[in-house]
Every structure is written in structure tokens, then in C-alpha cells.
């Protein structure tokens, strides 16, 4: 079982980098700014004090020299003040900067961060997928190839024992490479009649029921939308082939189509054992499978289905819900915009 993804921890080196160099940049217009206001000020000062003055402040000097002195000292003062206050601004920019530049820098590498990991998880799960079935294969080849009195029949049932896990191999690379090319991604859309969808996935998964004697019960009204019809009757495949695989014998699945607002609606519900309030957030991860949380009976399968499924709803403007509770049963809604 693929455990639920964490929450992305942003890495501190990075967002340090980050910080610094955002630091930096406004450190640079701060400290421009500072040159170009202390220059200024500094000049009107020294044009204010050297101002031609009659009267006024000469009358309480004893002579010019004192009086000049005087403007001196002033202009030495102003000076000292006007570096003074810049630099206590350029502090609270360093402060005010500093933190904020933190707060972005985490922001910005955050997806980056999320989506390596996201990356880093999908590679691993793949690979651990591929690993089991491939290990099987080996170990009965090995097996047979070591055993000396190896009849036909027993060297036939090891090559159908490795078709089926070749049949499994084929089937999870078929739908990471549905993954990695966006599934469900509409080239040519037309007109599709949701109905009409349901029934042919209906029809696809006939016998996986007849063989548990699942009753599929459809109300199917008619309503149109815009897509892929191939990759829409994939999407319902992916639900009611779900719904039967997590359903005990004898059980029932509902199939609806109907119109809901601006929306077309395909409802997919079973008898189920229900999933978890816990678990029902991460169903839709690749690779996802909650032990036990559907059924208590073995189910074949990647956990890549209901990313897919997601991916095909997006692709045409619309999304899929989930709603589940134990003991009674999940049902799942996809909504695309109708016509």
C-alpha cells in the first residue's frame, strides 16, 4: 500500500539561497536609494547654510569667522543626522526585508519542492510496482530451468504463469504512460452522449459481474456533453469495473446519467464495504490502494485507475467526487459540462 504523501517540508538551504539573494536585491535598491537621498539632502543643506545672509543670525556672532564656524558645525550635524536616519531605515529594510523575502522565498520553492517529491514518489512506487511481478517471473523461470525432470505440462503452466504476470506488466506501463502523457488530453472534441458512454462501459464489464453475480441496476437519462467518447467510456470502465471489484458477491452497482445545472452527470455507486474518511482524500493518488478499506477480499490492481479516471474528468472541464461510508457503501460523481 502507497502511503499518503506528507506535507512537503520546504528544505532550509534552499530557501536560505533564496532569502539571500532577494535580500540582496533589495539591499541594493535600498542602499541606492540611500546614496541618491543623502546626496540631495546633503547638498540643500549646504546651499541653506551657505546662503548670503544680512542681519539675522550675524547679529548674535562677533565676527564672520564665528559665523562661518557655526554654519560649520550645522552642516557637520546635519550630516551626521541625515546618515544617521538612513542608516536606521536601511536596518528596518534589512529586518522588514529579511522576513519577507523568507516568506516568498519558501513560497516559491515550495511547488518546485512538492513537485520533485511528487517525482521522486512516483518513480519509486513505479519501480516497486514492476520490481514484484518481474521478481516472479525470475524465480519461476529460475525454478523450472533448475528442475531437471520438467514435463511439458509443468513447463507450460510456469510460461502461463508468466504471460499473466507479462499481462500485469503491460497493463500498469500502459497506464503510466497514460499518466505521463496526460490522460484523457481531448484532440478532436465532439458531441458524446453520456448515456450511450455508460452503456458501452457497461458492456465492457459484464462479465467481471456475471462472474461475482453482481446485479448492475442503470437509470440512464439522456444527456450531452463535449469530449473524447473513448477516453469518457475509459473514465466509466475505470468506476463500475472499481465499483464490482470492491463488492462481495451478489452485491449491486448503480449506473445513472442525468443532468445536474450546467452539468452532465455519470453516477457510479456500490455496496461496498465504504472508505475511510481518512483514506478518502488520497484515492485519487497514483498508486493509492488502502488496505482494507473497500473490502476485506484481495483485489488485483496498480492503484492507478482513479488517477486516471481523474485526469480524463479535468481533460474535459469537469471533476470527480467520491462520497463513501462504511458498511454501506461509495458512490462516485463525475460532472463535465453538458451541451
Do not use: C
Not at 529586518?95 to 519558501?106: D, M
Not at 457503501?329 to 460532472?335: D, N, P, Q
Request: aromatic share 8%.
Amino acid at each position: 500500500m502507497t502511503k499518503p504523501a506528507e506535507k512537503t517540508q520546504v528544505s532550509w538551504t534552499p530557501a536560505l539561497k533564496l532569502t539571500a539573494w532577494y535580500l540582496g536585491f533589495i539591499m541594493l535598491l535600498s542602499l541606492t536609494f540611500s546614496v541618491f537621498v543623502y546626496r540631495v539632502s546633503l547638498s540643500e543643506l549646504e546651499r541653506g547654510l551657505r546662503r548670503p545672509t544680512v542681519g539675522g543670525p550675524m547679529l548674535y556672532f562677533d565676527s564672520e569667522n564665528s559665523y562661518n564656524s557655526f554654519r560649520l558645525e550645522r552642516l557637520k550635524q546635519g550630516e551626521a543626522n541625515i546618515r544617521a536616519n538612513l542608516f536606521v531605515f536601511n536596518l528596518i529594510i534589512l529586518a522588514a526585508g529579511g522576513g519577507l523575502s523568507y516568506f516568498f522565498a519558501r513560497r516559491t520553492i515550495r511547488p518546485i519542492e512538492e513537485a520533485l517529491e511528487a517525482q521522486t514518489r512516483f518513480t519509486a512506487d513505479a519501480s516497486h510496482e514492476l520490481r514484484t511481478p518481474l521478481a516472479v517471473m525470475q524465480t519461476e523461470t529460475e525454478v523450472a530451468l533448475r528442475d531437471k525432470k520438467l514435463t511439458v505440462s509443468d513447463a507450460k503452466e510456469t510460461l502461463k504463469s508468466n504471460l499473466e504476470e507479462v499481462t500485469r506488466v503491460r497493463s500498469l506501463v500502459d497506464g503510466l504512460l497514460r499518466l505521463a502523457r496526460n490522460a484523457g488530453a481531448i484532440e478532436k472534441p465532439v458531441k458524446v452522449n453520456v448515456a450511450m458512454v455508460a452503456e458501452e462501459a457497461i458492456g465492457r464489464v459484464e462479465k467481471s459481474a456475471s462472474l461475482k453475480k453482481i446485479e448492475i441496476d442503470q437509470e440512464l437519462a439522456l444527456v450531452f456533453s463535449r469530449g473524447d467518447q473513448e477516453n469518457l467510456i475509459e473514465l466509466a470502465v475505470i468506476l463500475i469495473d472499481n465499483a464490482i471489484k470492491y463488492s462481495q458477491v451478489g452485491k449491486k452497482v448503480w449506473i445513472k446519467t442525468y443532468a445536474e445545472g450546467k452539468h452532465a452527470v455519470l453516477m457510479v455507486a456500490d455496496e461496498g464495504e465504504g472508505i475511510k474518511a481518512s483514506q478518502l482524500e488520497h484515492i485519487f493518488e497514483r498508486f493509492y490502494r488502502a488496505d482494507g478499506s473497500r473490502t476485506k477480499q484481495k483485489v488485483e490492481g496498480f492503484g492507478i485507475g482513479l488517477s486516471i479516471a481523474k485526469q480524463i474528468a479535468e481533460a474535459h472541464g469537469g471533476l470527480i467526487e467520491a462520497h463513501s461510508e462504511l458498511g454501506v457503501g461509495s458512490t462516485f460523481l463525475v460532472k463535465i459540462p453538458k451541451v
